[in-house]
T-cell receptor
Framework: SAVISQKPSRDICQRGTSLTIQCQVD?????MFWYRQQPGQSLTLIAT?????????ESGFVIDKFPISRPNLTFSTLTVSNMSPEDSSIYLC???????????FGPGTRLTVT | GENVEQHPSTLSVQEGDSAVIKCTYS??????FPWYKQELGKGPQLIID?????GEKKDQRIAVTLNKTAKHFSLHITETQPEDSAVYFC???????????????FGQGTILTVHP
């Protein structure tokens, strides 16, 4: 399985500001995803990070609010823009194994917006 | 789109007992069903998965069964231990063709507590 790291692991931010979360994987992968997990809730897919092209967003998520970059096959960033307390969540990066299609998750970034 | 329902939301068992968590899915085209274990403060960990071409898969104390006709799948944990205590999520996806299974749709989660 891939080893995935995320930075920062947690942060407390003021409303109206933006935070960029980084995801690094130790091997090249084709698919990278960003999920949100609100407190005590399940995981919801925000978008698929496509290498070299614009991310594919799920219904209810827009690029202006959650811009995503993926400059290469091992790295991606998610920015949470113009934050409000409702954005307080765990943000998780995941990757899909090239050989088995299994999906593995990073440790998550715990965001609190005050 | 796909909808995954998971039951029960909480499950409490005594150490050594078995635990069963059930999920149903709505899209008959779904063909990949992973289970994740999430411990407090950590990301979800893949513990077992099953593809639609098999009905059952086992890995030591963990097994997953799939009934495609009824569109439901279950996680079975035998001889439970306190370290099995965690939140368990089921998920479903449809092979997107090419090189990816694509997005996962998750169930609501089950909080499993194993009492010593």
């Amino acid at each position: 399985s891939a080893v995935i790291s995320q930075k920062p692991s947690r942060d407390i931010c003021q409303r109206g500001t933006s935070l960029t979360i980084q995801c690094q994987v130790d091997s090249q992968v084709t698919m990278m995803f960003w999920y949100r997990q609100q407190p005590g809730q399940s995981l919801t897919l925000i978008a698929t990070a496509n290498q070299g092209s614009e991310a594919t967003y799920e219904s209810g998520f827009v690029i202006d609010k959650f811009p995503i970059s993926r400059p290469n096959l091992t790295f991606s960033t998610l920015t949470v823009s113009n934050m409000s307390p409702e954005d307080s969540s765990i943000y998780l990066c995941s990757v899909e194994s090239y050989s088995s299609y299994e999906q593995y998750f990073g440790p998550g970034t715990r965001l609190t917006v005050t | 789109g796909e909808n995954v329902e998971q039951h029960p939301s909480t499950l409490s068992v005594q150490e050594g007992d078995s635990a069963v968590i059930k999920c149903t899915y709505s899209d008959s085209a779904s063909n990949y069903f992973p289970w994740y274990k999430q411990e407090l403060g950590k990301g979800p960990q893949l513990i077992i998965d099953i593809r639609s071409n098999v009905g059952e898969k086992k890995d030591q104390r963990i097994a997953v069964t799939l009934n495609k006709t009824a569109k439901h799948f279950s996680l079975h944990i035998t001889e439970t231990q306190p370290e099995d205590s965690a939140v368990y999520f089921c998920a479903a996806s449809i092979f997107a063709g090419g090189t990816s299974y694509g997005k996962l749709t998750f169930g609501q989660g089950t909080i499993l507590t194993v009492h010593p």
